[in-house]
T-cell receptor
Framework: GDSVTQMEGPVTLSEEAFLTINCTYT??????LFWYVQYPGEGLQLLLK?????DKGSNKGFEATYRKETTSFHLEKGSVQVSDSAVYFC????????????FGGGTRVLVKP | DAGVIQSPRHEVTEMGQEVTLRCKPI?????LFWYRQTMMRGLELLIY????????DSGMPEDRFSAKMPNASFSTLKIQPSEPRDSAVYFC?????????????FGPGTRLLVL
């Protein structure tokens, strides 16, 4: 079945540092890929998404590129802020499952001033 | 526009009691999802509905859990009887269609503690 693996946290960074969170997936066919973010005490919200190979999703300075050859969708941000402290979830929606999401385990990111 | 609304935001109950969690999806959304989040198991899909009909309830842990969607603007997740291992944050999410690239919109969650 479909699965998503992302790096375990917590990831602790200083403000303005570069952030990378690795995400790889297993799915049949061509899934859509997502990054959701969960701020403390809140529900998940979409950060960015990509629907086909080589697509780049971007939002709020974050980027991720859909790499079919490596089945990856790594999240990057060039200069993090304290306000980026959150839990980040990689997810996929496979064609066989319609819009049902399969989530990775989440990566907690803590940015210190 | 209002997002997904969940109530209550926090619930503390004693083992054996019935718990009912409520969700109002975004107006016009045809799909509704119930998730459970715990430290041990992460984010799990419990059940989802399309046009008020349950489509996949394979994630419902056991018969103590039940979910209903009597109309397009309301869903409930019921636990009876509740157990301490049910303590978790329960999220409701809705989405416009069944297309694979659709964004799911999450509510703020209900934090349940069963003593």
């Amino acid at each position: 079945g479909d699965s998503v693996t992302q790096m375990e946290g917590p990831v602790t960074l200083s403000e303005e540092a570069f952030l990378t969170i690795n995400c790889t997936y297993t799915a049949t066919g061509y899934p859509s890929l997502f990054w959701y973010v969960q701020y403390p005490g809140e529900g998940l919200q979409l950060l960015l998404k990509a629907t086909k190979a080589d697509d780049k999703g971007s939002n709020k300075g974050f980027e991720a590129t859909y790499r079919k050859e490596t089945t990856s969708f790594h999240l990057e941000k060039g200069s993090v802020q304290v306000s980026d402290s959150a839990v980040y979830f990689c997810a996929l929606s496979g064609r066989a499952a319609g819009n049902k999401l399969t989530f990775g385990g989440g990566t907690r990111v803590l940015v210190k001033p | 526009d209002a997002g997904v609304i969940q109530s209550p935001r926090h619930e503390v109950t004693e083992m054996g009691q019935e718990v009912t969690l409520r969700c109002k999806p975004i107006s016009g959304h045809d799909y509704l999802f119930w998730y459970r989040q715990t430290m041990m198991r992460g984010l799990e899909l419990l059940i989802y509905f399309n046009n008020n009909v349950p489509i996949d309830d394979s994630g419902m842990p056991e018969d103590r859990f039940s979910a209903k969607m009597p109309n397009a603007s309301f869903s409930t997740l019921k636990i009876q009887p509740s157990e301490p291992r049910d303590s978790a944050v329960y999220f409701c999410a809705s989405t416009l269609s069944g297309l694979v690239f659709e964004t799911q919109y999450f509510g703020p969650g209900t934090r349940l503690l069963v003593l």
